[in-house]
């Protein structure tokens, strides 16, 4: 049994075959831009947006990371 397991209440515990057929969709939420040239210094929907982003410096691919960990 994999170490994961299901807060649920019942203790059920995740096969590694039942991580390994998690799908993961990734979305444009609206306000991409091309890493190489930003064109926006608001990217990112405001309740993800990035430290680097709300300060209004420089951000990079990080920002997204952030984004990703917010969802």
Same mark, same amino acid.
């Given at each position: 049994?994999?170490?994961?397991?299901?807060? /649920?209440?019942?203790?059920?515990? =995740? !096969?590694?075959? /039942? =991580?390994?057929?998690? !799908?993961? #969709? %990734?979305?444009? =939420?609206?306000?991409?831009?091309?890493?190489? #040239? @930003?064109?926006? #210094?608001?990217?990112?929907?405001? @309740?993800?947006?990035?430290?680097?982003?709300? =300060?209004?410096? /420089?951000?990079?691919? @990080?920002? /997204? %990371?952030?984004?990703?960990?917010?969802?």
């Amino acid at each position: 049994l994999c170490p994961f397991h299901l807060e /649920d209440g019942l203790g059920n515990q =995740l !096969e590694e075959s /039942d =991580l390994m057929s998690i !799908e993961v #969709k %990734i979305a444009d =939420l609206g306000s991409a831009c091309w890493t190489y #040239k @930003p064109f926006s #210094k608001e990217i990112q929907t405001q @309740p993800y947006r990035a430290l680097e982003v709300l =300060l209004g410096l /420089d951000y990079g691919t @990080p920002a /997204d %990371i952030w984004s990703t960990a917010c969802l």
